[in-house]
RNA sequence: GCGCCCAUAGCUUAAUGGAUAGAGCAUCUGACUACGGAUCAGAAGGUUGGGGGUUCAAGUCCCUCUGGGCGCGCCA
C-alpha cells in the first residue's frame, strides 16, 4: 500500500525533516513565492549567516554539503543573497498525487484532540433568520467541515435566542388573539412579535399581563409552558428550512438553546461567590475581570439572569458533559470583549483549564449598496431568504449559494464586506462560480474519457509523465491541498483555503490549454487523465469543506 | 476618556519577518472555428494612510500621528 505515514507526509514535512536533520535547527523551508525560484525556499542561511558574521552563501554551500537530497530534488540552487531553491522531480510528484488519490482522506492529516464544541447560528425564536445570522451559520459550517475532515469529533451548538422577556408579550397576545400555534409557520410568528410589540408599546394594561406572563412562564405554568415550546418547535421548522436552502449542516439535533441552561444559573453564581470571585456591585451580582472596566454581570439588580450567566453555564456545560477540549464561537466582531471576559472568569474558575482551548472568532458586518449595515427601508434587519433571493435572481440555487459563501469566506473574516450579487455571482475571476465551472470542466474531460471505456482507478492511478510545466504546477499544486486543510483547521481562516482553490483551479485552466488530454496517446493520456481525477476530486473534496456544491455540468 | 478592529493599484483584495508586494474586476492587446470561450496568454496600473524605531531583511514587529468602523453594568 502506498499510504504509509511516510507516505501521507507532505513534500514540505519530508523536505523540512531532512533539512532539520542535517541543520540542526528550523530550516524555514517555505513555498516559493515565485515560479523561478523553484518549489521550496529555504531562507535559514540569511539568518544564521548574520547571527555568525558569515556570508550567507557560505552557510548555504556549507548546508547543502551536509545532505543529499537527490532522490526528492533536482540539484539546489543558492541564489540572490543566500536562498536555497528547490525543485522537486517530476516523478517525486508524480508519486504524491498518485499517493493523495489512493488515500480515502486525500492526504488530509488525522488528529482527533478530543471533541470541538462549534458555537454558530444562533437565531431567535418567534423571528426569521436576517443578515445578522448569515456569517455565523456559513463561517461554522465551513469549520464543522473542516474539522471534521481533519479527523476531529465536531460538536454544533446552536444557541439559539429561546428564552427571555419577549416570550411574555407574545405569548398573551397569542392568548388575546386566540391564535392556533398549530396553523403558524415562522413568518407568521415574526408578524405576531410585531404586533405584540406595538401591543406592548400602546397599552400599559398588556404590559402588565405581559410582565406577568413572564413570571408564570419562569414558574413552569403547563399552558404557558405549552405556547413556549410551540414557538421554539415552530421556530424550528422555519430555521431548518433556512439551513437546507443555505446547505449548511446544522439540524434540529444541534440545537442548545439558552433555556437548556436555565437550571445551572443559581449554582454558577453560587460557585463563583463561594470562590470569592463575584461580589454584589450596584445591587448586581459581578465579577471583575483585570484590564477591563466594566464587569461580568451574572445576576442583575433586579434578580434575573442575563447573557454572560448564560454563557458561562454553557461553557461548563461543554466542558464538563461534552468532554469539549477546544471551544469555538462565531460571532460578529462586536462581541469579542465580552468573550474574552467571559473566558477569563472561567479560567479563574477552574471551569476552563489550560488543557481546554477557547477561542472566538468574529467577523466583520454584512453592508448593504450604501456601505452602512444592511437594513429594509424601514430600518430592520434584512432578511436572510431576501438575500438570498436577491442572489438567485442572477444565477441559479447552486451557483448564487455558492457565490454568497464564497465571497463571505475569500477574504479576512474581520473584515466588513458590501452585499454586492452581481460582483458575487460573477463567473471569472476569483468567485465560487469559477470554482465551480473548472470542477465542472474537468468532470467534462473524465466523463468523456468514460465514454470511450477510460476509467480512471483512484487506488492504483499511474501518473507516468510530468513533463510540461503546466503538469508540474498542477501536480505541486494537488500536493499541497492536505496542508491548506490542516492549517485552516487550525487558524480558522477559511480564505486561505478559498486561497488554495482558487490557485488550483488557475492551474487546471493552464493545464487544460497547454496540455491536450483526449487528444493525447497512451502513457501520456493515461497520465494526464489521472492528473485530471485527482484535480476534480480536491476541487469537489475542497469545495465541500467550504459548504459550496461542486456540480459536474453547469 | 478607555479598549478592540481596519487602512495595500480606479474598485475588490492576497502575502508564516525574506528575493522585483501577488491576484481578480474594470481598461487595452492577442489566442490553432475551441478535450466546455463561463477559457487562456500578455500589457498597463503601487511611495502598502503619514512619521519614527528594531532587524542582515518590515505591508508584516514596536512607538506615534491621521482617517474610518465597533464596543465600553444590569439587552444578546
Known amino acids: 500500500m502506498a499510504c504509509d505515514n511516510q507516505g501521507m507526509k507532505s513534500l514540505q514535512q519530508l523536505l523540512t525533516d531532512r533539512l532539520t536533520a542535517a541543520l540542526g535547527a528550523d530550516p524555514e523551508l517555505r513555498p516559493s513565492t515565485k515560479p523561478q525560484f523553484g518549489h521550496y525556499q529555504c531562507n535559514v542561511a540569511l539568518r544564521l549567516g548574520a547571527a555568525q558574521g558569515r556570508p550567507p552563501r557560505q552557510v548555504a554551500e556549507q548546508l547543502l554539503a551536509q545532505l543529499n537530497l537527490d532522490d526528492l530534488c533536482l540539484p539546489p540552487q543558492i541564489a540572490g543573497p543566500g536562498f536555497i531553491n528547490l525543485t522537486i522531480k517530476p516523478e517525486v510528484l508524480a508519486q504524491a498525487v498518485g499517493d493523495e488519490l489512493a488515500d480515502p482522506n486525500c492526504g488530509i492529516p488525522q488528529v482527533d484532540a ?12 418567534a423571528k426569521q433568520m436576517h443578515v445578522g445570522h448569515l456569517r455565523s451559520t456559513i463561517i461554522g459550517d465551513c469549520f464543522v467541515r473542516v474539522l471534521r475532515a481533519s479527523g476531529e469529533t465536531v ?34 410568528a415574526e408578524e405576531l412579535y410585531l404586533r405584540a410589540n406595538a401591543h406592548l408599546n400602546a397599552d400599559s394594561d398588556f404590559a402588565d399581563r405581559a410582565r406577568a406572563r413572564v413570571v408564570a412562564l419562569q414558574g413552569g405554568d403547563p399552558a404557558t409552558l405549552a405556547s413556549w415550546q410551540a414557538l421554539i418547535d415552530l421556530s424550528a421548522v422555519g430555521f431548518a428550512q433556512t439551513y437546507q436552502r443555505l446547505g449548511v449542516l446544522l439540524t434540529t439535533a444541534d440545537l442548545a438553546g439558552e433555556s437548556s441552561y436555565n437550571q445551572s444559573l443559581a449554582g454558577i453564581c453560587a460557585d463563583l461567590e463561594a470562590r470569592g470571585l463575584a461580589e454584589i456591585n450596584d445591587g448586581a451580582l459581578v465579577v471583575f475581570v483585570d484590564g477591563y472596566d466594566a464587569p461580568v454581570i451574572l445576576r442583575n439588580s433586579a434578580g434575573g439572569y442575563g447573557y454572560d450567566v448564560t454563557d458561562l453555564a454553557a461553557l461548563r456545560q461543554r ?39 477557547a477561542e472566538h472568532v468574529g467577523f466583520g458586518m454584512v453592508l448593504g449598496p450604501d456601505g452602512t449595515p444592511f437594513k429594509t427601508r424601514e430600518g430592520t434587519a434584512v432578511h436572510l431568504d431576501d438575500l438570498l433571493d436577491q442572489a438567485q435572481a442572477l444565477a441559479s440555487e447552486e451557483v448564487a449559494i455558492a457565490a454568497i459563501k464564497y ?16 460582483r458575487m455571482t460573477a463567473t471569472t475571476g476569483d468567485t465560487g462560480p469559477y470554482l465551480q465551472y473548472a470542477h465542472a470542466r474537468v468532470s467534462s474531460i473524465l466523463r468523456r474519457a468514460e465514454a470511450d471505456g477510460d476509467v480512471v482507478d483512484d487506488a492504483n492511478a499511474q501518473i507516468s509523465v510530468l513533463i510540461e510545466p503546466a503538469e508540474q504546477w498542477l501536480a505541486l499544486s494537488l500536493t499541497r491541498f492536505p496542508e491548506a486543510v490542516a492549517d485552516v483547521a487550525g ?35 493515461t497520465s494526464r487523465l489521472a492528473l485530471c481525477r485527482a484535480t476534480q476530486r480536491v476541487l469537489a473534496i475542497g469545495l465541500n469543506l467550504l459548504g459550496i456544491r461542486a456540480p459536474s455540468v453547469m
Open 114 to 125: 478530543g471533541p470541538v464544541v462549534v458555537d454558530y447560528s444562533a437565531p431567535n425564536v
Open 155 to 188: 460538536i454544533p451548538q446552536n444557541h439559539i435566542g429561546d428564552w427571555g422577556r419577549q416570550f411574555g408579550m407574545l405569548i398573551e397576545q397569542i392568548n388575546d388573539e386566540q391564535l392556533d400555534l398549530d396553523a403558524l409557520d415562522l413568518a407568521g
Open 319 to 357: 466542558i464538563d458533559d461534552l468532554g469539549a477540549k477546544r471551544l469555538i464561537y462565531v460571532t460578529d466582531a462586536r462581541q469579542h470583549e465580552h468573550f474574552m471576559k467571559l473566558f477569563a472568569v472561567a479560567r479563574m474558575a477552574g471551569w476552563l483549564p489550560e488543557t481546554v482551548e
Open 407 to 422: 465571497a463571505d469566506l475569500s477574504t479576512q473574516l474581520q473584515k466588513d464586506y458590501v452585499f454586492d450579487p452581481a
Open 491 to 525: 487558524s480558522l481562516t477559511p480564505h486561505k483555503l478559498c486561497g488554495y482553490l482558487y490557485d488550483l483551479a488557475s492551474q487546471l485552466s493552464s493545464f487544460y490549454e497547454q496540455c491536450p488530454v483526449l487528444k493525447s496517446q497512451g502513457p501520456t493520456r
